[in-house]
């Protein structure tokens, strides 16, 4: 009987690699490869209550908050949330919770911030779905999916050796179908370059190519339809 629990193993994976990940994540968020995420969220959504899923150490939560948003963060690790909660402040909170069934009521956010966190979900229409679900009805959702060259991905790697995994190797274009077939309209999209990638390598190059060689592909899109419709 295999025991196995997606869900399970990427907590126990996330909780191990807590402070690592802090000790590069202010950096990240502020000189790195998401530097431009809190200025792309801020250019297209307006402000009012965010739900911050899979927020990590929480630091991308604080720059929100800093920004006139109030935010609750949310990630599946209790060390990743223990570490968020230093930079809680009468604008931004910190829960545990999990993507596919998260602790908030039908409509309670404005919008929603994923970064690097379908890519942990073994079925991420479910977890579209509900950020449906806590949206209001005109709610916009910031995502960011990981290129397919993207370090990370490596984590995706064992399926091929009949291993488990906990990472799905959901491409920035199959995120946007996926998306806009079940309720979704996008409203502006954004890359992060893998180093290397110059302005002389993009000329010409299609949507789906520039997509081939980022880092991070960003998403904003609009909630046009409730949880599950279709």
């Known amino acids: 009987m295999n025991s196995f629990s997606w869900e399970q193993e990427t907590k126990r994976s996330w909780d191990q690699n807590a402070e690592n990940w802090h000790s590069k994540s202010q950096n990240m968020w502020l000189h790195g490869s998401r530097r431009e995420i809190i200025p ?3 250019k297209h959504i307006p ?3 965010v739900a911050d899923l899979g927020c990590g ?5 604080f720059l929100l908050s800093k920004k006139g948003y109030k935010v609750v963060g949310m990630d599946i690790s209790d060390k990743m949330v223990a570490l968020a909660k230093n930079y809680e402040n009468d604008d931004v909170t910190f829960v545990q919770g999990s993507l596919l069934k998260t602790p908030f009521k039908d409509g309670e956010f404005n919008s929603v911030m994923a970064i ?3 890519e942990w979900i073994e079925r991420p229409l479910e977890a579209l779905d509900e950020m449906k679900r806590i949206l209001t009805i005109d709610g916009y959702g910031c995502f960011g999916i ?3 060259t993207a370090m990370p991905r490596m984590n995706s790697f064992p399926r091929l050796e009949g291993k488990e995994a906990i990472c799905n190797t959901m491409m920035p ?8 077939k079940h ?7 954004s890359k992060v370059y893998k180093r290397g990638v110059t302005e002389n390598h993009l000329k010409e190059l299609s949507n789906e190519l520039k997509q081939a060689l980022s880092f991070i592909t960003l998403f904003i899109f609009k909630k046009t339809t409730n949880r599950g419709d279709k």
């Open 40 to 42: 792309f969220f801020t």
């Open 47 to 49: 402000k009012g209550r």
């Open 57 to 61: 150490d929480g630091y991308g939560s």
């Open 116 to 118: 690097n966190s379908l």
């Open 146 to 148: 990981l290129g397919p």
């Open 173 to 180: 274009w199959e995120f946007e179908k996926l998306a806009m």
């Open 183 to 189: 309720g979704w309209e996008k409203v502006a999209e």
